[in-house]
C-alpha cells in the first residue's frame, strides 16, 4: 500500500508535512521573548495584534482550536444576552464535528436553518422565530463543497440578522481562502461580523491553531473562557511560530490555489466516474466531488495512480447518501501548483476514468 | 534589569528553554507515522500505551493541558455516578487556577476539605457529609509547598475514601517527582486511583502536555471529552515529541533533583531573612520558603546577585496574607545541579542575608 509519503506529487494540499522542516522555521526564533507563557508573551501578542489589525477587529486571541474558539464566542454572547440558542447552517462544523461540545459543556441550543445540501438564504433567516443569541455564518460552507455566498448576498444575510438583534460570528476556518473571490480587504469582510475565528492551518498550512477576533471586551472575556477550556497553556510557542510563518508563506498564494482550483474542476468534472462537481466553478481552493465508483475500485486505482504516476490522489473517500455514490473533497494547495494541469489530467484519467 | 537568560546560572528549574534546542529533538522523528492527526498515530498512541503501562492503568489519553484533562475526569464521574460534587484539598489546582471551569462548563460543585495550610487527613474525609462523585488527592500538595504524605498515611485516606464509595482521582502533576519519596513502582502508587493525571513540562521539562490514565471505558470516554473541550488538535507532535523526549531523559533524575532540594532548603533556611521553609525536609524537588524581606529589596538584591554572581533567583515573590511576609517557591532541576551547594550559599547569602 502506497501513501502520500511515497509520492513525488500530490493533487491536493502543500505536500507532505515533515516536521523537522516545518521547525525549521523556529530557527527565526529570537529569544526568550518569543517564549509566550499562559497567553503572555511579546512575540505572541504582537502576532495577535496584528491579525486583529487586519481584521479590523480590536483584539484577537490565539487558541489551540476553532473548536474551543467557536464554543466560547458563542457561550459569550448566550450568557451576555440571556439566549442559549445560536442559528447555523445544518452542516456547521460546531454541530457535527464537535461531539455536542455545545450542548455538553455550554448548555446551548442549535437551530439548524435551512438545506444541509444548499446554501443559506434569506428564507431561511426568515423562518427563525426561537429567539436567537448568535447566527453563525461559515465562509465559505465547507460540507457543501466550498460554497460561498456572493458579496450582495452575505451582505443582506448579515443586514437581515442585525434587523433581527442577533451577533453575528464567522467561522472563519477558510476565510483566508475567500479574499481572492470577494477581491476586498479582509478587513472589509470580517467587518460585516460582531466576531469571527480563523484558521492557520487548512490553506495556510500551519500546523495547528486559531485566533477569535473581536471587541477588545469581547476578547478579555474570550481568554477566561480558553483558561476554563483548558486551552490556556504552559506555551503555545510551536503553534505560534508555525502558524506565523505558514501565514507569511502563503497567505499571498490564494489565488493561485484558488486558480488551480479552477483548472482542477472541469478537469475532474468531465472524467467518466464523475457525476457532479460543486461548485461547478469553485470560489476558492476547494470542491467536492461526487463519484459513481466503489470505494474498493477506486482506492485500487489510486494505488496505481501512485505506482505509475508518481502522484497522490485519494486515501478514502466520504459516503453519501446515495448507494454507489462517494465524494471526494478537494482542497488544492502547493501541491497542486507543482502538479500542474498536464500531470493532473492523466492521473484523473487513470483514476476517475472508464 | 537583568533576567535569567543573562545568567549562566539558576537556583531553579532545568535552565533556559532554548526553543532550537527544544525542537532538535524533532530531529529524532522517523517519518510519517509520527505525525498524529486528531489523536490518532502511531507515535502517539505507542507513548500513550507505555506511560498507561507504566502507571499500571489499561490505557492514557494525551492532552495539551491538565486543566483538561482533570475537569473530564471529574465529568466522567459525576455523570456516570449522578453526583456533581468533588472534594479536594482547597488549594487543589481545579478551584483556583481555572476560573472556575469545574463550574461554567460542567456543572459541578467543590467541597473543599480541611485547611488550606495544612495536608488532607482522615478527619477531613470524615467530615464530608454529601454525596460526592470524586475525591481529588494531590501529590505532592504544591499550594503547601510540595508536601507529600506518608505511604501509609495515604493509603489510609485512600482506604477511606473507598469505604464511602468515592471515586478516587489523583492530580499528578508532580507525580514522577513523587518516586523517590515513596520508592515504589509508579504502577503502585497509581494503583491507589481509579484514575490519574501526569504532566510533561513542570519536574520533566516538557513544553506542554498531560495524559490523563484509567480504564478503558473511562479513557475511551475522555476522549470524546477532549473533542467537546477543543483539545483534539490536528496535530499535537511538538507537545508529544517533546513530552517524550523529556521523559527519557529526565524521568531518571527525579531523585537527584529531590537531593537538591535536599541540601538547599537548609541553606535557604538559615538566611536571616527567612520565617520558615515548608516542607522543612522537601519530599520532592519543591519547597516553599516564607521570607520577611520588602518585595522591592528582594527584587534588587536578586538583579545584585545576578550581576555580582550570575546566577538567577526569583523573578518575583508571591503574596500572603503576613503583612511584610512574602512566599518564594523553589522546584530544583538541571539548573540546581550545575549551581552546587557552594555557589547556591553565596547567591543566598546575598539574597537573603542580613
Not at 65 to 78: C, N, W
Request: charged residues 20%; proline residues 6%; aromatic residues 10%.
Amino acid at each position: 500500500m502506497l501513501g502520500a509519503d511515497d509520492c513525488t506529487y500530490a493533487i491536493a494540499g502543500h505536500g507532505r508535512l515533515d516536521p523537522v522542516a516545518t521547525f525549521s522555521e523556529l530557527g527565526t526564533l529570537r529569544g526568550a521573548n518569543d517564549v509566550d507563557r499562559y497567553g503572555t508573551g511579546e512575540r505572541l501578542n504582537a502576532f495577535e495584534d496584528r491579525i486583529a489589525g487586519l481584521l479590523g477587529k480590536d483584539a484577537a486571541v490565539f487558541m489551540p482550536s476553532g473548536t474551543m474558539a467557536q464554543q466560547i464566542a458563542l457561550r459569550i454572547v448566550a450568557d451576555e444576552r440571556g439566549r442559549r440558542t445560536f442559528a447555523a447552517h445544518p452542516t456547521t462544523h460546531v454541530a457535527i464535528h464537535e461531539q455536542a461540545g455545545y450542548a455538553y459543556l455550554h448548555a446551548l441550543q442549535f437551530a439548524p436553518l435551512g438545506s444541509a445540501f444548499a446554501p443559506l438564504t434569506l428564507a431561511d433567516l426568515d423562518a427563525v422565530h426561537a429567539p436567537l443569541g448568535t447566527l453563525l455564518i461559515e465562509l465559505p460552507q465547507r460540507e457543501i463543497g466550498g460554497t460561498l455566498p456572493a458579496w450582495d448576498e452575505l451582505c443582506a444575510l448579515v443586514a437581515r440578522a442585525r434587523e433581527r438583534g442577533w451577533h453575528v460570528h464567522c467561522d472563519g476556518a477558510r476565510l483566508w481562502e475567500c479574499g481572492p473571490f470577494y477581491g476586498r480587504p479582509y478587513a472589509e469582510i470580517a467587518a460585516l461580523f460582531d466576531s469571527i475565528y480563523v484558521s492557520f492551518y487548512k490553506g495556510l498550512g500551519g500546523i495547528a491553531g486559531a485566533m477569535l477576533a473581536g471587541t477588545r471586551d469581547f476578547i478579555a472575556e474570550a481568554r477566561i473562557w480558553q483558561r476554563r477550556h483548558g486551552g490556556n497553556l504552559f506555551t503555545l510557542f510551536p503553534y505560534l511560530t508555525t502558524a506565523e510563518a505558514a501565514f507569511d508563506r502563503r497567505l499571498g498564494r490564494m489565488a493561485a490555489y484558488r486558480d488551480a482550483a479552477a483548472w482542477l474542476a472541469p478537469i475532474v468534472a468531465a472524467a467518466p466516474a464523475t457525476i457532479s462537481v460543486q461548485p461547478a466553478v469553485p470560489p476558492t481552493n476547494m470542491f467536492h466531488t461526487y463519484l459513481r465508483i466503489g470505494t474498493a475500485e477506486l482506492l485500487g486505482r489510486a494505488q496505481q495512480v501512485a505506482r505509475e504516476q508518481s502522484v497522490w490522489t485519494i486515501r478514502q473517500p466520504a459516503p453519501t447518501p446515495v448507494d454507489g455514490i462517494v465524494k471526494w473533497e478537494i482542497a488544492t494547495g502547493d501541491a497542486t501548483l507543482e502538479l500542474g494541469p498536464d500531470r493532473a489530467r492523466r492521473a484523473i484519467e487513470v483514476l476517475l476514468g472508464a
